[in-house]
């Protein structure tokens, strides 16, 4: 089985394309929301669909030498909630936190997960989630990599995965972003 929560158009297409020309059949589990569908950020330019290009199980942002020396916390995360990130980070102008998005969550990419978080050995490195911490992909990512030592963001446990009101949701939402880029 294959699990997955794409954040690009490229991507996910890539993704579609992969199954199908694979010569073995797996199930397969994408977790995007529709939201995507309609979210400004959420494009891909076309180079991305040029012949060569390929689905990225992690994407990781670009970063030259002196960016990566300054980084002083490594947010991981998957899905939507990247955005949110994203557009907190540009409107603070945080410079010194880095976003690596897991497009697929399983089977995982332990080998490439380690190596980037090896990169930064002095970062603290977090997984961010905007679903309660007894939902979502924390306890999963936990028991894959506990060599990485994440700490979690995200909504408090709770029996129900959303709060039910929009105002309170909005609240939430805004605490896990601003406490995952706030040093």
């Known amino acids: 089985m294959v699990i997955c929560n794409v954040t690009t158009p490229a991507n996910f297409f890539h993704l579609l394309r992969r199954q199908m020309v694979w010569n073995f059949r797996k199930p397969l589990g994408v977790m995007s929301p529709k939201s995507l569908l309609r979210h400004p950020l959420c494009i891909s330019p076309i180079t991305e669909l040029n012949p060569g290009t390929q689905f990225k199980p992690i994407i990781e942002e670009e970063l030259t030498a002196a960016q990566a020396k300054?980084?002083?916390?490594?947010?991981?995360?998957?899905?939507k909630i990247y955005y949110d990130l994203v557009e907190f980070r540009t409107k603070n102008n945080i410079q010194d936190i880095t976003i690596v998005r897991l497009e697929q969550l399983y089977p995982i990419f332990k080998a490439q997960l380690d190596e980037i978080a090896g990169r930064y050995k002095t970062a603290e490195k977090y997984w961010v989630q905007e679903e309660p911490a007894n939902m979502g992909a924390?306890?999963?990512?936990?028991?894959?990599?506990?060599?990485?030592?994440?700490?979690?963001?995200?909504?408090?446990?709770?029996?129900?995965p959303a709060t039910g009101f929009k105002k309170l949701?909005?609240?939430?939402?805004?605490?896990?972003?601003?406490?995952?880029?706030t040093i």
């Open 169 to 181: 949701h909005d609240e939430n939402q805004e605490r896990i972003v601003r406490e995952a880029l």
């Open 70 to 79: 300054k980084i002083k916390r490594v947010i991981f995360c998957s899905g």
């Open 138 to 160: 924390w306890t999963f990512i936990q028991s894959k990599l506990p060599e990485l030592g994440l700490k979690l963001i995200s909504r408090r446990v709770s029996a129900s």
